[in-house]
């Protein structure tokens, strides 16, 4: 069935249009089977056209021509926007993209005997490298969940975790990409500041970035050694880790985690 499952975007925000794009790009979904709705209807069709999806009016509409409905609304939002179609999303595979909205949550809201699951995914999706956060206790089917996984592991990595772990793994996958970017970023600069041109300097540090990051889940190797493979005694990489350590990157990294958990 999943050649030809219908998905439903109710709300099409920035995180909606990075599904979309990995779902497009990596061929996990037909643009003709993929259809969205969002407040603001002008600028639905511009986002839409482009990606050769279908716009739909309002949230009835999305759903009803849907076999899986993601709601992708912000948290504040979803009690009042499923109001509106409870009665049809019972039918459905409903898949929430919404931090801070858990099954017990959608329970409350949604009808009894709607097959539900909570995710968190992060924007990397939209090159199919991403990551589904997905909450462990849901009321999927078997053979629901098996088409739910069956599409969207083409773009991320679903990492299954229990309802309590949901915060901290969404803020590492969620929030990582930028804690990444910003690493990217001065490890471009330094380039820079050495001679290497901004777009040189941008490429081997994404790359490197990327191909250390698929080392790691292929091999499954400790990061410390990783690390320790490519630090020769008295070279240059062993330096270079001093003096990260005499910065405190680790302790700046563990802080801005702590800080995103408890803001």
Not at 167 to 187: D, H, K, Q, R
Not at 218 to 236: E, L
């Amino acid at each position: 069935m999943s050649d030809n499952t219908k998905i439903g975007f109710i709300g099409f925000g920035n995180m909606a249009q990075a599904i979309a794009d990995g779902l497009l790009s990596k061929n996990a979904a037909a643009a003709e089977n993929i259809f969205a709705c969002a407040a603001n209807w002008e600028k639905l069709c511009r986002n839409t056209k482009k990606r050769g999806i279908i716009p739909c009016r309002d949230a009835a509409e999305t759903a009803v021509n849907s076999d899986i409905v993601i709601l992708a609304v912000k948290p504040y939002m979803m009690a009042d926007v499923t109001s509106t179609v409870k009665s049809i999303l019972k039918d459905k595979i409903v898949i929430s993209v919404a931090a801070g909205y858990p099954f017990e949550k959608f329970e409350e809201i949604l009808l009894p005997g709607t097959h539900h699951i909570s995710t968190i995914p992060n924007t990397p999706v939209s090159v199919g490298e991403g990551i589904f956060i997905c909450e462990n206790r849901h009321s999927l089917s078997d053979s629901e969940l098996a088409l739910v996984e069956n599409i969207f592991s083409k773009i991320a990595l679903m990492q299954f975790v229990d309802t309590n772990q949901l915060s901290i793994a969404g803020t590492v996958s969620g929030c990582g990409p930028a804690f990444a970017s910003m690493f990217l970023e001065a490890l471009a600069d330094a380039a820079v500041m050495h001679g290497l041109t901004r777009d040189t300097a941008y490429s081997l540090a994404a790359q490197m970035i990327a191909g250390t990051g698929k080392l790691q889940l292929k091999t499954g190797a400790h990061p410390g050694a990783m690390k320790d493979a490519v630090c020769s005694p008295g070279g240059t990489t062993i330096r270079g880790v001093a003096a990260l350590e005499r910065g405190g990157l680790r302790a700046a990294v563990i802080n801005a985690v702590d800080a995103a958990e408890y803001c």
